[in-house]
């Protein structure tokens, strides 16, 4: 989803192959040997692997597109691709155990989730967008968390905003741009999808 947000964000036309990931074509197993997964962007013959790898290469390959994604101070750049991290490392495997866990486990998962988000919620602050006036290589990063929150706020049982208003401002901003939604599932077919998924393993 990161690669195809950093695309559409910056106007880049592409044509999109789905991978079936039970069997995995050649093209995917020569393009990325090493962990034989999606995401690859494939660039004149050159194949690009990892979401955030490719998100900051769209920025480069297509300097001259606005917005720019990463920020032109180094150490502005150096924060962005931190924060991508704990998102990364911390927010996704908090916000995925909302909906994989019940009783007490997913009480303790809800805090962590809140917690972590929390971080986010400080590092935005004041400004529309984690990028500044506009989309960065952050909010790249972190708006394919938006489509989850009907995910997150249903099976946690709770809602973002009354615990980071900002960041619900935040991913609400997002959504409403076309380059954005249109570039990312829709919340109620993702959240119709994990609960199927939760019907299966929790009957």
């Known amino acids: 989803m990161r690669a195809r947000l950093a695309l559409s964000v910056k106007g880049i036309p592409y044509q999109n192959r789905e991978e079936d990931l039970s069997h995995k074509s050649p093209l995917l197993l020569q393009a990325n040997p090493i ?10 013959g050159k194949p690009v692997c990892e979401s955030l790898i490719i998100v900051e290469y ?17 150490y502005d750049r150096a924060q962005a691709r931190f924060w991508a991290d704990v998102a990364d490392k911390k ?32 590092e935005l602050g004041e400004k529309p967008y984690f990028g500044g006036q506009s989309l960065g290589f952050l909010d790249v990063a972190l708006a394919v968390y938006c489509t989850w929150f009907q995910v997150f ?48 393993w929790f009957a």
Not at 58 to 74: C, G, I, Q
Not at 100 to 107: A, V
Not at 170 to 190: E, F, I, Q, Y
């Open 153 to 200: 706020e249903v099976y946690g049982n709770f809602r973002i905003k009354d615990h980071c208003p900002k960041v619900a401002a935040w991913g609400n901003r997002c959504m409403d741009m076309d380059t954005v939604s249109k570039a990312l599932p829709h919340p109620n077919d993702l959240y119709q999808f994990v609960s199927a998924l939760r019907n299966t």
């Open 91 to 122: 927010l996704f495997p908090a916000g995925g155990k909302l909906w994989t866990t019940k009783g007490r486990e997913l009480e303790a998962n809800r805090k962590e989730f809140i917690r972590v988000l929390k971080l986010f919620e400080a």
């Open 35 to 44: 962990h034989k997964k999606v995401p690859v962007l494939i660039h004149n």
């Open 58 to 74: 769209v920025d480069e390959a297509w300097r001259d597109r606005t917005p720019p994604l990463m920020p032109s101070h180094p």
